[in-house]
């Protein structure tokens, strides 16, 4: 176990930064920017960061920090990497109102909160949290309608996610990134990506909606400004063409829907309101008749009704045969059988 001192501290920094002979341990603190604390067992942070005053980033990341430290004298930090910790709770960062990326992915967090104050949050990285066995990671509301301001790019992969309709209001999400998760709704993403208008970057992968028919295509028309899908550019072509024949289903689709309400069934049949009558090839004395393949996909159940009444009264008025034609009897004379 390791308690950041000011030893350490001025260990951390980069060769361009070392103390002056002339200078004070103080006067150097408060000169420092970076700090490069990464991969050193602190599990404790002391007093002695407040005297770093113009500290901007700050690398904390691959330790054993079990909560963020106290940072309320390093309010210009704008940078703050604490992935890799033991972090269970979002808490000590409302005075850090310059942060700008905050990165806290492989930590033990369960709920996204506590950013209320940020407003210029630009991006947040909360992939891969150690949940407890069966569940998601959550998301407070206030603090996601706050980030709905400033927030740009947001990382949420691998924490069991089976919808992401919380994140709706976050319209200035330009980078979404969502691997490894449970998402399969692909009526949600549609709504969602109707509000996120600069969305350019999007990482589904790993998740069962990716094994849908036309899952790339589909993600393409319903995000319109997207230029990466899944770490594969979009061509420009691909996109209009995608458009076009988008387009053309929904004007076939309207089509449709139009000839069904006013109930012109006969525009499907080619103006016969009668179903042709077939012939079962398996028995070919009994009369059939059969349903088109369009019909049978997309009639109404009381259209199709109205036309087998129509095909059964058809049947129904067939002249009786002809009760004279001669029989055989079994003498062998022929008779007819109008005879008494």
Not at 8 to 36: F, N, P
Request: aromatic share 6%; net charge positive.
């Amino acid at each position: 176990m390791v308690k950041l001192t000011i030893d350490l501290i001025a260990r951390g920094t980069s060769g361009y930064t070392k103390k002056k002979r002339d200078e004070s341990m103080s006067q150097y603190l408060r000169r420092l920017t970076h700090l490069y604390l990464e991969d050193r067992n602190i599990d404790e942070v002391s007093d002695e960061l407040s005297m770093c005053k113009n500290l901007s980033v700050l690398y904390l990341y691959d330790n054993q920090l079990n909560r963020i430290p106290m940072l309320h004298q390093n309010q210009n930090i704008n940078m703050l990497y604490l992935q890799n910790n033991d972090i269970c709770k979002i808490e000590n960062l409302t005075p850090l109102s310059r942060l700008s990326k905050l990165y806290l992915g492989g930590n033990c967090i369960t709920v996204l909160e506590g950013l209320d104050k940020l407003d210029n949050l630009q991006e947040l990285h909360l992939e891969n949290q150690r949940l407890p066995p069966g569940e998601k990671l959550l998301f407070d509301p206030r603090t996601i309608r706050s980030l709905s301001r400033s927030l740009q790019v947001i990382n949420v992969s691998g924490n069991n996610l089976n919808s992401i309709s919380d994140l709706e209001c976050l319209i200035m999400i330009q980078q979404f990134h969502a691997t490894d998760n449970q998402l399969m709704d692909m009526k949600e993403l549609a709504n969602i990506f109707g509000q996120w208008h600069r969305l350019w970057r999007l990482d589904l992968m790993g998740n069962p909606l990716c094994h849908k028919a036309k899952y790339r295509d589909r993600v393409i028309v319903m995000a319109s400004h997207l230029e990466i899908l899944d770490g594969k550019e979009i061509s420009e072509t691909s996109r209009q063409f995608l458009r076009n024949w988008h387009a053309s289903k929904e004007v076939q689709k309207k089509k449709r829907e139009e000839i069904y309400r006013k109930g012109n069934v006969g525009d499907f049949l080619d103006g016969n309101k009668e179903l042709p009558p077939v012939k079962d090839p398996r028995n070919p004395k009994v009369p059939g008749y059969m349903m088109p393949g369009y019909m049978m996909k997309g009639l109404p159940r009381k259209q199709f009704d109205e036309l087998l009444a129509r095909t059964t009264t058809n049947m129904s008025e067939k002249p009786e045969p002809d009760r004279t034609t001669p029989v055989k009897a079994r003498s062998g004379i022929l008779r007819s059988n109008a005879d008494p």
